[in-house]
């Protein structure tokens, strides 16, 4: 007769296993609460503690750790030596370990746990079992995760080859040494950085002074992301990639969104729709992003999303050909016609209307994502790889409201004027440094981007702009080293300037300011985007 241990926290699906195992005639070993679940659907099931004749002490703390458990679980089958142990001991050979651990992950994450709830959940009798049962995979079957009952039952159901069923114990070992490293690197960041695990929710009009979430001072970083899909290449033909996802992150994101037509994402594809839904999420309105090369060529908000897109659409029409376009709102039977007008390589929105799905679909090649319902932005470490190591940093998170500027200039602005500023900024924080975007109350004219210098980012954002600068808002997302910025801005007719401030030079930026005329306000905060 086969033996198995079962000792699971979480019971979904237990009940089905169980009967399966023991309508096949395997003898069922369980504990605590797991025994008491079995008995009371009916399933036979023995107490450890009734096999070993150790009753569980330091209030189950100590209840699995046995000699007799573990030779069970470790002997080799084809070990005449291992065998003869077992046989002179009265030990069984133990050919299944179902075990899930203590809920570590979900108790440090939840609000007001004590250290101590937590310490709690830090598994020890099932973390060995299932070492020792996927150590031993040539002879025992072990499972951690519910989603593999089935393929348990399915194949023990077929009758497999037992190459087949080693192929099988072989890839469930390999998911339980999986599931231990994700729980130990848990259970690591906590004793680290106590409450780390929480995930704290972004406040995207946070004070400019609110401090950054804290980076934890770890010596070793260990990072677990699970493979979304291959990639055909990077960002060139000749670099290979693919694309991960951080587990248990529930955030709006490019790698939680339903790809509903197209072909597949490309590495660029996913860096720009990226870039898309990050600005379309800083607004309220119903807002519209165009990205090309990671960098928006058009942002407007409208009353609805077919009037935002026609006028991001008209910042930069040239560049937006074969960009990337992002809603923060459901894309409309007129928005997806619109759209539909222009070759663009992939459209993001929290959903589709049927007509515009119908309409967009006749283009064979492009990619339709759908977010769901936006989620609030959450504050993880952000990571770049560099050759030989990794960056990592809190995200950048906070955007100042129009109470926190400082004007400087005589020259006050009115409410329009602030509610135009704050567009501008907002913008601003999503174009590559060195950033200066000139815009309307609620639409970009001008995207001046990657320069190495500001002044050459001032000119070429009026170079690249097609409507009227004059009487335009003027965004710089790091202050002006010289006041050249502000009298080429002034020589374009721009009414009002929003920048961080805190340059050396500020007294004589807006002396330049005061001299034109021009509205300046600081916000004290600066968004480099590398």
Same mark, same amino acid.
């Given at each position: ?64 750790l ?11 089958r ?8 077992l ?9 299944f ?10 108790? $440090? ?49 077929? $009758?497999?080859?037992?190459?087949n ?59 677990e ?5 291959a ?31 197209? +072909?597949?994402?490309?590495y ?12 379309v ?5 119903p ?14 908000r ?7 897109? +026609? ?14 376009? &992002?809603?923060?709102?459901e ?44 989620? &609030? ?15 990592v ?38 174009v ?14 001008g ?5 190495m ?24 997302? &790091?202050?002006f ?50």
């Amino acid at each position: 007769m086969k033996t198995a241990i079962i000792s699971v926290y979480d019971k979904t699906g237990i009940e089905d296993f169980a009967r399966f195992l023991a309508a096949r005639g395997v003898e069922i070993l369980s504990t605590g609460g797991t025994l008491q679940y079995l008995r009371e659907k009916g399933i036979a099931a023995a107490s450890i503690a009734d096999y070993t004749g150790q009753e569980e002490i330091l209030g189950g703390r100590v209840k699995t750790l046995h000699p007799r458990i573990f030779a069970g679980i470790l002997a080799r089958r084809d070990n005449p030596e291992d065998m003869a142990t077992l046989e002179c001991a009265g030990i069984k050979p133990i050919d299944f370990v179902v075990v899930s651990l203590y809920p570590f992950r979900e108790t $440090a994450a939840r609000p007001g746990a004590t250290e101590a709830e937590v310490i709690e959940q830090i598994d020890i009798g099932g973390v060995a079992l299932l070492r020792a049962a996927a150590k031993n995979f040539r002879h025992v079957t072990v499972v951690t995760n519910p989603q593999h009952y089935g393929k348990v039952m399915r194949a023990l159901e077929a $009758a497999p080859t037992e190459e087949n069923l080693l192929t099988l114990r072989r890839a469930l070992a390999a998911e339980v040494f999986h599931a231990i490293s994700h729980y130990d690197e848990a259970i690591m960041g906590y004793l680290q950085s106590p409450g780390s695990i929480a995930s704290a929710a972004a406040h995207t009009h946070a004070h400019a002074n609110a401090a950054p979430a804290e980076v934890p001072a770890v010596e070793r970083l260990v990072l677990e992301f699970e493979k979304v899909q291959a990639l055909r290449y990077g960002e060139n033909p000749h670099q290979t990639a693919a694309f991960y996802r951080l587990p248990g992150s529930e955030e709006t994101s490019v790698a939680r969104a339903r790809q509903l037509h197209g +072909k597949e994402l490309s590495y660029n594809n996913i860096l720009d729709l990226d870039a898309a839904l990050e600005v379309v999420r800083a607004f309220d309105e119903p807002a519209c992003c165009i990205i090309k090369h990671n960098n928006p060529c058009g942002v407007a908000r409208g009353a609805a999303p077919a009037e935002a897109y +026609k006028a991001a659409l008209e910042c930069d029409p040239v560049s937006a050909f074969g960009g990337i376009v &992002a809603f923060n709102r459901e894309v409309d039977a007129e928005t997806g016609a619109l759209v539909a007008d222009l070759f663009v390589e992939a459209i993001i929105a929290p959903s589709f209307a049927p007509d515009a799905l119908a309409a967009l679909k006749k283009k064979k090649n492009v990619r339709l994502l759908e977010t769901g319902p936006f989620t &609030a932005p959450q504050d993880q470490q952000m990571l770049r790889s560099v050759a030989g190591g990794l960056l990592v940093q809190s995200r950048d998170l906070p955007l100042i409201g129009p109470e926190g500027l400082r004007v400087v200039t005589k020259l006050e602005p009115t409410e329009d004027d602030l509610d135009g500023l704050m567009f501008a900024w907002r913008v601003a924080k999503f174009v590559k440094s060195n950033a200066i975007v000139y815009t309307t109350r609620n639409a970009t004219v001008g995207i001046g981007a990657g320069q190495m210098s500001r002044i050459d980012s001032t000119r070429i954002a009026a170079v690249k702009a097609r409507s009227p600068i004059r009487g335009a808002y003027m965004a710089s997302d &790091a202050f002006f080293p010289f006041r050249d910025n502000v009298d080429q801005a002034a020589q374009m007719g721009i009414r009002a300037i929003i920048q961080p401030g805190g340059s050396v030079r500020d007294d004589e930026v807006i002396s330049a300011a005061d001299e034109h005329g021009m509205i300046m306000v600081f916000t004290g905060m600066r968004h480099f985007r590398h």
